[in-house]
C-alpha cells in the first residue's frame, strides 16, 4: 500500500505544525503525489498550551524555512532565555533554569564541582549566577548568541514566549499555501478494516467521508482515534504529578517584558506567567485532590501582577500518555499522545520531536512494525526523561506550608530518577543520556537551585589551591556579569525584530544551551 | 563500617593493558595525590603482537600527553582509517570517517543510500568514503586543521607493536612516578571484616597495600574473590575461542592504512601492515582447526611465508558487572568477544576512561558503582552487537537464524532494511556509521529514505552525488602513498 493520503484530525498547535511539516516534505512538485486533508470544527475550542517554547523551536522553524522576524511578528513573540523558579526548593527561594551553561570544565572536571568546594566554605555565589543566561535574564537583557565556540557569548541558547493560538494560524496560512485541504466538520463515525483494525475513513458529522492511508490524531486529550477508535490505553502518572486542573487567563501587556518564563510555586500547585507583546499569559496548575476549584481561580486572580483581560477557563487532564503514540495506521501527536504539565514548557517540543520522527520514519510504502517500533521507541524516551525532570522539580521540595508538598516530598518516584538523584546526592555526579531533552546542565540547576547538595564532589578538585578555584569563579563572573550588561535592552531587541522585515539571526541548534551546549 | 578515601590504587596484570591503565590513572589522578602501584604479574599468555586503535588515539594521547608522532616512531607504527572486509566473495570498507565531505549538511548518508538505489551504476558505497577510496590506493594524509570536512572524512587510528607501544607507557608511567613490581604470582589477597581487599601478598616478605584495585590479570586473580563466582555470560553465536598469532617478514607488506579482516573457511583472518612486518590473527574454534591447518591456509591465501608467534585462548562472554567492592576486574577475564572485532585494550581503555568519571570520594560508594556497571554494560552490549553482526554476515542470505542472535542487533538490521536508519547508540563503541557500511557492505539494501529527501529533486540528486563521488575520488588520488607518508612524517 502506498500511503500517499494523510488525513489530520485536530487544528491546534500539534495539528497544524502537523501539517505544516508534512507538506513541506511531501506535497512537492517533483516528488510521489501526496495529498494531506486536515479537518477540524470551529466549534471545538483549542487547549493552547506551550505558550513559553524551547530552542528547538527555532530548528522547526528553520526546517520550513519560516523566517525568525516574519515569526516573531505573526506570534507576538518575546526572547525567552530561561524559567525562574520562586518558591520551589523553599518557600521563600528562588533560581533560574536558563537555556545555557553555567561555567566551564576545569582539567577534564565539571565546574559544580568547583562550585561544590566553595560552597561548603561559603565562599561562592548561587550556581544559577554562573551562567551568562540567567544574568541577562535577570538584567532585562537580550542580544543574539555567538557561534565563536570560545567565546562566552556562545553559552547560551534562546526561545521564545508565543502566542500558540497565533502560531497556529500563521501555519495554517503556511500549510494552505503549500497544498494542504482544511476541512470544517466533526467527526461523527470513524471506519476501520474489519481484518486489521487498521482505520480507513472518517465520517463527518455532515456525512462527508474522508478516506485515508494514514490518520494522524491531533485531537487532544479525548484521542478521537487513538483512544476511541484504536482503544491504545493511557498510562496515568498521575501518582507521581498529582496536578490535574489548571484555570488560564490572560492579562494585560507589559512595556518592558522579560525575557523570561516565570513558574512560581504557590501552596498547592504553581503559577506561570509567560509575556507576549500584546499580552500576558498566566495559568494555574493545581491537584484537586489538595484544593478546590474556587479557591484555585481566586488564587491566580490574586497572583496577577496586571489585571485580567477575560475570564479564566479551566482545563482538565490527567499527567500520562498513551502506552503507543503509533498503534496501526494512527500516529497521535500533541495531547492525544500524551500530557505533560507545561513547568519546564516542553509541549510544543514533544509535539515538535514526534513530528521530525514521523518524516525520519515516514512509511511512503505499507506501514511495518519497524517503523511503528521505532517511532514508539523514541517517544517513549522522550515523555519518560521529560516526566522524570518535571517530577523532580515537585520531590525536591523543603516546603512544609500543605500536605500537597509533603505528598510531593514523601512520594515514591520512578526508579529511573531515583537512581540518577541517588548518584547526584552521593558524589555531585549527573547522568548524562543522548536520547532526550535535558542535559546535565538542566539538572544542575534543579538540583542545586532546589538545595539538593550532594555530601561528596569529585575530590580531585580539592588538589587545586582553593585561592586559585575561588580566584577562577570570581573572574568568570565578572566576565559574564561584563558581557551581559553591554547587552541592549530585551524590549528593543524585540522592537528592532519587528522592524526589520527579514532577520539575521543564529542558525539553530538542536538542543537546550546553543552553540557550545 | 568507616568510609575510606582512596590514596592508593593497585593494579594487578601485564603488558600493555596494565601499562594503560597506570597511564591514565596516573596522569589523570597526579601520583602526588593518588599513589598508583603497577603489579606486573607473569603470564603464561601471549602478549598481543599489534595493537589497532580507533580514533580514540588521539584524545587518549592527548589525555596523557605524549606525543603521537613519537609513539608511532617507536611502535614501528602505521595509519589506519578503518577495516576492510571481505565475506562471501563481497568486499567492503568501514570507515571511521564520514561519508561524503561533511560541511555541515544534515543527511548526507540518507541521501548517498538514496542515489545507491536509483542508479544502476557500478557505484558503491565505498565510493563516497574519502577513507574507504584512500585505503584501496594505499594512501594516506591526515588532513590540515582548517580542513575541518577533510578531518571528519579521515579520521582515523593507528596500528603498533603492542610490545613497544607497552614500553613507551611504562616509561612514560615511570616518569608520571608510578610504581612498578615484578611478580611471579600473588600468593593470598587479605579482605578486612567489611569485604575490602587491603592487601595482596606476593611472596613471603613483600605485600601490596592498597584502598582500591584493578584486576586485568589473565587468571583474575581478584575477580575471583570477589565476584561470588558468578560466571560469564554467552551467547551461542559467539565463536572464535582461540586466536593464533603470525607475522611475516614484510616483503608482501602493502602498508594498507586499515585492518583487513577476511573470511575464512575456518573462521576470520585479520591483517595488519606495520612498518616491518605484516600480522595476522587468525580467529577461529580450535576443535575444528589445528594450527598447522590454519598457517597453511593463511599461506595460500597470502602466498607468503609466515611465522607463527604464539596462542591466546579465549574465554568467550562478558560480566555485566564488573565494579564489586573495592574492585575493578578488567581485561579479558571481564570481557572477550575473540579479538577480531575488538581488542582487550580497547575495553580496558574505555573502562578506565568511564571509571575516572565515576571516581570515588571515598569507598564504598554504592551508587557511583552501580551506575558505572550500568555503563560498562551498556558499552558491553553495543560491543557484542556489532560483533554479532560479525558472526551474522557469515551466514547472511543461507539462512534465517535471526533467533541465535540478539534482538537488539537483529532490530538494528531491520531498521536499517526498512529506513536505512541506525538508531543513535548510547555509547561511542560503534559509530553509528559504522553499523551502516557493515549493514550495506554484508548487502542490506534499504526499502525507504528519509522525506526530508524529498525536497531534492531525483535528477538533482544524482548529479550532486556524482559530483561529489568524483570530487572524492579525485582527493583520494591526490593523496600521498601510505608508505610514503609515514617515512615523511618520521623525518
Known amino acids: ?517 | 563500617m568507616k568510609a575510606f578515601e582512596v590514596r592508593t590504587i593497585g593494579i594487578l596484570g601485564s603488558g600493555i593493558c596494565l601499562d594503560m591503565a597506570a597511564a591514565l590513572l596516573a596522569k589523570n589522578l597526579g601520583v602526588k595525590n593518588v599513589s598508583i602501584i603497577a603489579v606486573n604479574v607473569k603470564s603464561d599468555m601471549l602478549d598481543y603482537p599489534v595493537e589497532s586503535t580507533g580514533p580514540e588515539i588521539s584524545p587518549i594521547c592527548e589525555m596523557l600527553n605524549l606525543n603521537l608522532r613519537d609513539l608511532v616512531t617507536s611502535a614501528n607504527g602505521s595509519f589506519r582509517l578503518g577495516t576492510s572486509y571481505t565475506c562471501n566473495g563481497v568486499s567492503w570498507f568501514v570507515p571511521f570517517g564520514s561519508y561524503g565531505l561533511d560541511r555541515g549538511e544534515s543527511g548526507i548518508d540518507q541521501a548517498i543510500l538514496k542515489y545507491l538505489s536509483m542508479t544502476n551504476s557500478e557505484a558503491s558505497l565505498d565510493d563516497f568514503s574519502l577513507a574507504a577510496q584512500a585505503a584501496k590506493q594505499s594512501r594516506f594524509a591526515i588532513a590540515g586543521a582548517e580542513r575541518e570536512e577533510l578531518k571528519n572524512a579521515l579520521d582515523y587510528g593507528v596500528n603498533l607493536e603492542a610490545g613497544q607501544y607497552s614500553k613507551y607507557l611504562r616509561s612514560a608511567c615511570k616518569k608520571m612516578g608510578v610504581r612498578y613490581v615484578d611478580v611471579d604470582k600473588v600468593s593470598k589477597v587479605i579482605f578486612d571484616n567489611g569485604g575490602y581487599i587491603t592487601k595482596v601478598l606476593l611472596g613471603q616478605d613483600e605485600n601490596i597495600t592498597a584502598d582500591f584495585w584493578i584486576d586485568i590479570s589473565d587468571n583474575s586473580i581478584l575477580t575471583r574473590k570477589v565476584s561470588h563466582g558468578v560466571v560469564k555470560q554467552r551467547d551461542s553465536w559467539l565463536t572464535g575461542d582461540v586466536s593464533y598469532f603470525f607475522s611475516s617478514d614484510g616483503h608482501d607488506n602493502h602498508m594498507l592504512p586499515a585492518v583487513d579482516c577476511r573470511r575464512t573457511s575456518w573462521g576470520w583472518l585479520k591483517v595488519t601492515d606495520i612498518q616491518t612486518q605484516t600480522m595476522y590473527e587468525a580467529s577461529c574454534n580450535e576443535e575444528q582447526i589445528n594450527r598447522v591447518e590454519v598457517e597453511r591456509s593463511i599461506e595460500s591465501i597470502t602466498k607468503s611465508k609466515i611465522r607463527f608467534l604464539g596462542v591466546r585462548h579465549h574465554d568467550l562472554g562478558w560480566h555485566s558487572s564488573v565494579w564489586n567492592s573495592n574492585c575493578l576486574s578488567l581485561g579479558n577475564s571481564s570481557v572477550d568477544f575473540g579479538g577480531m572485532v575488538f581488542s582487550e585494550l580497547s575495553f580496558v581503555q574505555a573502562a578506565i576512561v568511564t571509571f575516572l568519571d565515576f571516581y570515588p570520594a571515598e569507598i564504598p560508594c554504592p551508587a557511583n558503582m552501580k551506575w558505572f556497571n550500568k555503563s560498562w554494560n551498556r558499552q558491553v552490549l553495543d560491543a557484542r552487537d556489532y560483533c554479532a553482526l560479525h558472526a551474522y554476515v557469515e551466514s547472511y542470505g543461507t539462512n534465517d537464524n535471526d533467533g541465535l542472535f540478539p534482538q537488539e542487533m537483529t532490530e538494528r538490521i531491520k531498521l536499517f532494511r526498512r529506513l536505512g536508519k541506525v538508531e543513535e547508540p548510547e555509547s561511542d563503541v560503534v559509530l553509528p556509521r559504522q553499523w551502516m557500511a557493515f549493514c550495506y557492505g554484508m548487502g542490506l539494501r534499504p526499502e525507504l529514505f528519509s522525506l526530508a529527501l524529498n525536497k531534492i529533486d531525483d535528477n538533482q540528486l544524482i548529479s550532486s552525488m556524482e559530483k561529489l563521488r568524483s570530487t572524492i575520488a579525485g582527493l583520494a588520488n591526490g593523496m600521498p602513498d601510505h608508505k610514503e607518508f609515514v617515512s615523511r612524517f618520521f623525518s
Open chain 1, 1 to 517: 500500500m502506498l500511503n500517499r493520503k494523510v488525513v489530520i484530525l485536530g487544528g491546534g498547535t500539534a495539528g497544524w505544525m502537523t501539517a505544516a511539516a508534512l507538506a513541506r516534505y511531501l506535497l512537492v512538485p517533483h516528488g510521489p503525489m501526496y495529498s494531506i486533508e486536515l479537518v477540524e470544527s470551529d466549534g471545538i475550542g483549542t487547549v493552547g498550551v506551550g505558550e513559553a517554547t524551547l530552542p528547538h523551536l527555532r530548528q522547526f522553524n528553520e526546517m520550513l524555512g519560516i523566517d525568525e522576524n516574519t515569526f516573531i511578528r505573526a506570534t507576538g513573540a518575546t526572547y525567552k532565555l530561561a524559567i525562574q523558579f520562586p518558591g520551589w526548593g523553599s518557600a521563600c527561594s528562588s533560581y533560574i533554569h536558563p537555556f545555557g551553561l553555567a561555567g566551564h570544565d576545569i582539567n577534564g572536571i565539571d565546574f559544580h564541582h568547583y562550585w561544590l568546594r566553595l560552597y561548603n566554605s561559603g565562599r561562592v555565589s548561587p550556581y544559577d549566577e554562573y551562567s551568562i543566561a540567567v544574568l541577562m535574564a535577570q538584567k532585562f537583557k537580550f542580544q543574539y548568541p555567538s557561534d565563536d565556540i570560545d567565546s562566552v557569548l556562545a553559552e547560551y541558547g534562546y526561545a521564545f514566549h508565543i502566542d500558540a493560538s497565533l502560531y497556529a494560524k500563521y501555519l495554517r496560512e503556511y500549510a494552505e499555501k503549500l497544498g494542504v485541504k482544511r476541512t470544517e466538520g466533526k467527526v461523527a463515525q470513524v471506519h476501520q478494516d474489519e481484518e486489521c483494525g487498521n482505520i480507513q475513513a472518517l465520517v463527518l458529522e455532515s456525512g462527508e467521508t474522508i478516506p485515508g492511508d494514514l490518520f494522524i490524531d491531533c485531537s487532544g486529550f479525548r484521542g478521537v482515534l487513538i483512544e476511541d477508535t484504536l482503544k491504545t490505553g493511557y498510562e496515568s502518572w498521575q501518582h507521581w504529578l498529582p496536578c490535574d486542573r489548571a484555570f488560564a487567563v490572560p492579562s494585560q501587556r507589559v512595556n518592558s517584558p522579560p525575557p523570561y518564563t516565570r513558574a512560581s510555586a504557590k501552596k498547592v500547585g504553581w503559577q506561570w506567567r509567560i509575556p507576549l507583546q500584546h499580552r500576558t499569559g498566566n495559568g494555574y496548575v493545581y491537584s484537586s485532590a489538595y484544593i478546590n476549584d474556587e479557591d484555585a481561580e481566586r488564587l491566580l486572580i490574586e497572583g496577577l501582577e496586571e489585571d485580567a483581560t477575560a475570564e479564566p477557563r479551566q482545563l482538565r487532564f490527567v499527567a500520562g500518555k498513551r502506552h503507543i503514540s503509533w498503534n496501526k495506521n494512527c500516529v497521535a501527536i500533541g495531547l492525544s499522545a500524551g500530557f505533560l504539565e507545561p513547568l519546564e514548557s516542553t509541549s510544543i517540543y514533544l509535539i515538535q520531536i514526534a513530528i521530525q520522527k514521523l518524516i525520519e520514519c515516514f512509511p511512503s510504502a505499507g506501514i511495518t512494525d519497524v517503523e511503528r517500533g521505532a517511532f514508539n521507541r523514541h517517544l517513549n524516551t522522550e515523555y519518560e526523561r521529560v516526566r522524570d525532570f518535571i517530577i523532580l522539580h515537585y520531590h525536591v521540595n523543603r516546603r512544609d506550608d500543605s500536605d500537597f508538598w509533603r505528598y510531593c516530598r514523601t512520594m515514591s518516584i520512578p526508579d529511573s530518577l531515583a537512581e540518577k538523584m541517588e548518584l547526584f546526592r552521593e558524589n555531585g555526579r549527573v547522568v548524562s543520556y543522548r536520547k532526550g531533552l535535558f542535559m546535565p546542565a538542566s539538572w544542575l540547576m534543579v538540583y542545586l537551585g532546589q538545595g539538593l547538595i550532594p555530601s561528596g564532589y569529585d575530590k580531585r578538585v580539592d588538589w587545586f589551591p582553593i585561592e586559585e578555584v575561588e580566584r577562577y569563579l570570581a573572574n568568570y563572573k565578572a566576565l559574564i556579569d561584563e558581557e551581559s550588561s553591554k547587552m541592549p535592552d530585551h524590549h528593543l531587541a524585540i522592537s528592532k525584530a519587528n522592524e526589520i522585515e527579514h532577520g539575521v539571526y543564529p542558525r539553530a541548534a538542536f538542543n537546550l544551551y546553543g552553540v557550545k551546549g
